[in-house]
């Protein structure tokens, strides 16, 4: 039971380049997450996928794409990459226990936007 | 939307007392409201939560408090271990009950035990 694992770990990329964040949970959740986390700023939800087939913004969404593939997989695309969206990436699922939502982070994933 | 306070930004104790972190929050219709613990480098990992309908939760050594009608909730460790030493986040989450609404977080607090 790996939980939520995350693709790459490490990027460097070029103003205008595009890329995809890959993330995947065997823990059979309903919903994954996607937030990005700076310095002092805390974590922010980028988008969220509350069931297979359903995708929503966050509250930092411009600049990004979601695709939730299938129950297991939610992948992130950057189009055109800037350096504002330096930053790290974590992904995570959550499973409904009564009125709460546990949530699982992945390992994330370390972009850098020169 | 939602919207999460969190202070201090930075606490420093000795080890072996206590340490008290706040938040706030702005949604009265938050119910969820969970803590995170991040190391250095690695992954938030949730350490104690709330709901609505509890005013203090225990587990060991950590203590959650919250004041529903004055919107704020406050993590309590005590005797503080350097193993304690990390960034703390408090979230809270709008659980509209047909779905996940993800959580808002606090801007974290940098836990220092001074040995």
């Known amino acids: 039971n790996a939980g939520v694992t995350q693709t790459p770990k490490f990027q460097v990329l070029k103003t205008g380049q595009s890329m995809t964040l890959q993330c995947a949970q065997d823990?059979?959740?309903?919903?994954m997450y996607w937030y990005r986390q700076d310095p002092g700023m805390g974590l922010r939800l980028i988008y969220y996928?509350?069931?297979?087939?359903?995708?929503d913004k966050g509250e930092v969404p411009n600049g990004y794409n979601v695709s939730r593939l299938n129950k297991r997989e939610f992948s992130l695309r950057l189009e055109s990459a800037a350096p504002s969206q330096t930053s790290v990436y974590f992904c995570a699922s959550s499973e409904r226990q009564g009125d709460q939502e546990t949530q699982y982070f992945g390992p994330g994933t370390r972009l850098l936007v020169l | 939307g939602e919207n999460v306070e969190q202070h201090p930004s930075t606490l420093s104790v000795q080890e072996g007392d206590s340490a008290v972190i706040k938040c706030t929050y702005s949604?009265?219709?938050?119910?969820?409201f969970p803590w995170y613990k991040q190391e250095l480098g690695k992954r938030p990992q949730l350490i104690i939560d709330i709901r609505s309908n509890v005013g203090e939760k225990k587990d060991q050594r950590i203590a959650v408090t919250l004041n529903k009608t004055a919107k704020h909730f406050s993590l309590h460790i005590t005797e503080t271990q350097p193993e304690d030493s990390a960034v703390y986040f408090c979230a809270a989450n709008t659980y509209s009950g047909g779905g996940a609404d993800g959580l808002t977080f606090g801007k974290g607090t940098h836990l220092i035990i001074q040995p």
């Open positions: 996928s509350a069931s297979e087939g359903t995708t």
């Open positions: 949604d009265s219709a938050s119910n969820y």
């Open positions: 823990m059979n959740h309903n919903s």
